[in-house]
């Protein structure tokens, strides 16, 4: 079964077993039949750990927490089958393969229903949530603890961060405290209320596994991952610190059966408070773009780039007329920081970018040809066009290039849209281990535009370990790492 990351909206009437993990004692026995006496211990006691309150923190802010369903429609096409006598042998032929023959009519609108959870930020009624847990909602129905119901008018919502912001007609509601992402460290306890396959105001615990974390469907947002159980229907709710304050909102899990299997992710609740309040003010929020696409620095290509360790975003691509082409970046750039901020893995960028508004300037530390440069950008707007991160396969081979070369026709300059490049006749050894393919047109090596056969022959042979090769399949641009020593 694959691995997926999975959304916790939607209800599911289906309850998973579950084991019970017994608390551990914080003492120790030994026998009473000892003759001698034990040696008196020298070694300070180590300090005694004491869990938190949840049961304080829960009563507090668990007032604050809201259930949330929603009503929409979807278009499925009309079944053969519907209306025929389940014991007719054409019923059974037409729910088998009607998808391909069989009676069927026009589409029609299907009613769909979900819930998830929420939480209010403002005592007149602003509630934050995942946008795509009233995606497509045609009706939206907010339940607060005390059974009241309001019917809920979404003020806006941004799926790049999925980010929603609902407003609902009441007055004197009972808020939840803000704390900070910046403040929040790894093993640190933390708390998610929600409501599960429907159960409501349902608490989980655990600790904060990492922060930063880079999700291949979600570059915009740089998650926190916990162990907080985590489940359908929690979508939307609260991540809460010790101190009662909310420093996420709970929104994925990682799993293979499609429930909770110990990873859990949370958006950053600074994030999420600087998409509110571009919503409220302006009924949608904005990302800047740098118009580049990126792919991750592993060894392989740390030891091309002469890089000291493998970190930062290597620019694959740069789109024409970009504001990454204005600023001067090229193909084989590294980028190192935004601002000042370090760019560890590809998906820090995106993530770092996204949070910056358009038209707005950053300094880019870029390490290029074996040296430090500082480039300025102004960012562009999102909504034009998103940036990509690149796809890479990590596997390289041994020995030597293995690439057949010949200098590209003009009118395969003019197909391929390139001023210069080798054409790859025929791929072996490591080149062919590492996904390089006869077609593939040959832009650069380790950053150096491939000009000539006899250029690529002398930058590899100076090389270390690897080389890096610029390749330009179709209308894709990537780098593949090749180990040749």
């Known amino acids: 079964m694959n691995t997926r990351l999975t959304s916790t909206k939607g209800l599911v009437l289906a309850l998973a077993s579950a084991g019970v993990i017994g608390a ?32 304080t923190i829960t009563s507090r802010d668990g ?22 006598d389940p014991d007719d042998p054409m019923a059974e032929f037409f729910r088998r393969f009607g998808g391909q023959i ?16 929420g939480f209010i930020v403002s005592a007149d009624g602003t509630i934050l949530t995942n946008a795509h847990v009233v995606k497509d909602a045609k009706e939206v129905t ?60 349902t608490v989980t615990a655990g600790v904060v596994s990492a922060k930063g974390r880079s999700l291949p469907d979600d570059s915009y947002v740089p998650f926190i991952q916990t162990d907080v159980a985590i489940n359908p229907g929690n979508s939307g709710g609260p991540l809460l610190n010790t101190r009662g304050e909310v420093v996420g909102i709970n929104s994925q899990i990682y799993t293979r059966s499609g429930g909770y299997q110990g990873v859990s992710f949370a958006i950053p609740i600074d994030v999420a408070v600087q998409i509110k309040d571009q919503i409220v003010a302006t009924g949608k929020a904005s990302h800047a773009r740098l118009g580049v696409a990126v792919q991750e620095v592993n060894q392989a290509f740390a030891d091309s780039f002469k890089l000291d360790k493998p ?18 970046l090229r193909s084989g750039d590294v980028i190192r920081a935004v601002d000042g901020q370090p760019i560890v893995s ?19 530390d870029v390490w290029r040809q ?13 909504s034009d066009k998103s940036s990509v991160v690149a796809k890479n396969d990590d596997a390289v081979g041994k020995g030597k290039l293995g690439l057949a070369l010949r200098p ?27 996904g390089v393919q006869p077609g593939d047109v040959l832009l650069a090596i380790n950053g150096t535009p491939a000009q000539s056969v006899e250029q690529v022959r002398e930058v590899a042979a100076k090389a270390g370990k690897s080389v890096a090769l610029l390749i330009q399949r179709g209308g894709d641009r990537i780098f593949v790492p090749v180990r040749i020593g």
Do not use: C, H
């Open 24 to 55: 551990v004692g914080a003492g120790a026995y030994t026998s009473a039949r000892a003759v001698a006496p034990a040696p008196v211990a020298t070694a300070a006691a180590a300090p005694l750990v004491t869990m938190p309150d949840f049961s």
């Open 63 to 84: 007032p604050a927490v809201v259930n949330i369903s929603v009503t929409g429609t979807t278009k499925t096409s009309f079944d053969g089958a519907a209306g025929m």
């Open 102 to 117: 069989g009676p069927r009519g026009p589409q029609r609108e299907v009613p769909t229903r979900g819930q998830g959870s």
């Open 142 to 201: 907010v339940k607060l603890t005390d059974r009241r119901e309001f019917r809920a008018k979404v003020l806006g919502s941004d799926e790049k961060t999925d980010i929603a912001v609902l407003k609902i007609d009441a007055k004197d509601l009972p808020t939840v405290s803000l704390g900070s992402t910046k403040d929040l460290k790894v093993g640190e306890w933390v708390l998610a209320i929600g409501s599960p396959f429907g159960f409501e105001n």
């Open 311 to 328: 970190e930062g975003a290597l620019v694959s691509n740069v789109e024409k007329g970009s504001p990454g082409e204005k600023a001067g």
């Open 346 to 364: 590809s998906g820090d960028l995106p993530a770092v970018i996204g949070q910056r508004k358009p038209g707005s300037q950053v300094t880019l």
């Open 370 to 382: 074996g040296a430090r440069e500082q480039l300025t950008a102004k960012l562009g707007d999102a």
């Open 408 to 434: 590209l026709q003009p009118q395969e300059k003019r197909e391929a849209e390139v001023d210069s490049g080798l054409l790859i006749e025929d791929a072996g050894g490591p080149s062919a281990m590492a």
